[in-house]
């Protein structure tokens, strides 16, 4: 298609079954919709609606049993196999902290549902599939081998929307955060030697009403030092020959999707690096890295550090952490390979 007309589901349908081999993303660009309108197209043959309920999801997950969970952003797709377990549930917030799926989930976010069946040769493929509003995907839930295939139908059942309509009408309206305030680099290092817990970040930026990235560009070198943008894949690669346990976020504005623990495969393809583990898959455009930075913050067990990166528009991709214990202070380890990472202008080897 050659104009930016939407399409018609019948036509976005048509354009998939010309395209077999086509990631859905890739589709949804080249159509110029969303890939919520891209699955909503497929309402009543491939795909069914369903409740877009974060919290009633959350009462039915766990009969799932072992599923994978993918969370990701436009930079960054974060995959986890394991049972959602160990689920706290809240209006603004709910928590899901199993062994292997350990997400933060904000429920006012998810706007739009779907249960999807994809053919793969003779395989059927089973996924639940959550959007926001603008209908860009927050999560996905995709069946293993082992899952519960009578709880996913059951769920199916039970959730099913009233809306089965094929047609998808994005809301692109977006609430602004005010990043406007007029903060001095002294009252910024006032605010920030005064954390005591990493979580306590996201509210200090909210309160001085600076953006995360202005805030690392004005502290100074002590608490954020800018690096090499290869210098994520340094990192990983350098945890893998350490046997360095870390913890890996991948956010978007509907959920984080965190890994906690050591990193094993590390392979690069194409502009993407890739950790390819048993229970841990993570998939990183290193092209779409505009800064890198390796950012420290006081907590009651001592600082700890961050590896952040931002894509050109100042937005997060992905971060990192040494994996510690609370009431531990950081790993000399983690602290050691971060403090060694090449800092931004330096001359880096190919």
């Known amino acids: 298609m050659t104009d930016t007309t939407t399409p ?29 309108a891209l699955v909503a197209a497929g309402v009543g043959i491939s795909a069914t609606r369903i409740d ?30 394991g049972v959602y377990e160990n689920i706290t549930v809240g209006p603004h917030a709910s928590i899901v902290l199993g062994e292997n799926i350990d997400l933060r989930i904000f429920p006012n976010r998810w706007a739009h549902a779907f249960a999807v069946s994809k053919k793969d040769g003779d395989q059927e493929r089973l996924s639940l599939q959550y959007f926001d509003k603008a209908g860009n995907a927050v999560h996905k839930i995709h069946l293993r081998p082992n899952s519960n295939v009578e709880a996913y139908h059951a769920i199916i059942r039970d959730l ?6 094929q047609e998808f ?20 290092r006032e ?5 005591t817990d990493t979580h306590e970040f996201f509210g200090m930026l909210r309160k001085l009403k600076i953006g995360r990235r202005a805030a690392l560009r004005t502290v100074g070198d002590d608490y954020a030092w800018q690096l090499d943008n290869t210098a994520t894949a340094q990192m990983m690669h350098a945890s893998v020959k350490a046997g360095l346990p870390i913890m890996c976020f991948v956010a978007n504005n509907g959920i984080v999707q965190i890994h906690s623990g050591p990193i094993f495969s590390v392979q690069p393809m194409g502009p993407w690096i890739n950790v390819l583990d ?42 990192f952490f040494g994996k510690r214990k609370e009431g531990n202070d950081e790993r000399d380890d983690w602290r050691l390979i971060m403090e060694n990472l090449p800092r931004s202008g330096t001359s880096v080897a190919a």
């Open 160 to 165: 099913k929307h009233e809306d089965q309509s």
């Open 8 to 36: 018609a589901p019948a036509d976005i349908r048509a354009f998939r079954t010309e395209n077999p081999t086509m990631r859905e993303r890739d589709i949804a660009s080249q159509l110029h919709i969303s890939e919520a």
């Open 278 to 319: 048993p229970t841990f898959h993570l998939h990183l455009r290193r092209d779409h890295i505009a800064e890198t930075w390796a950012v420290r913050k006081p907590t009651r067990d001592g600082h700890v550090t961050s590896l952040e990166a931002f894509n050109a528009d100042g937005e997060m991709i992905i971060q």
């Open 52 to 81: 877009s309920s974060a919290l009633k999801l959350l009462e039915r997950v766990a009969e799932l049993g072992e599923v994978m969970a993918l969370s990701r952003n436009e930079s960054a797709v974060h995959e986890k196999i």
């Open 191 to 195: 605010h920030w030697s005064k954390l």
């Open 169 to 188: 009408v994005a809301d692109l309206t977006q609430s602004s955060t005010d990043e406007s305030g007029e903060v001095t680099r002294d009252e910024l």
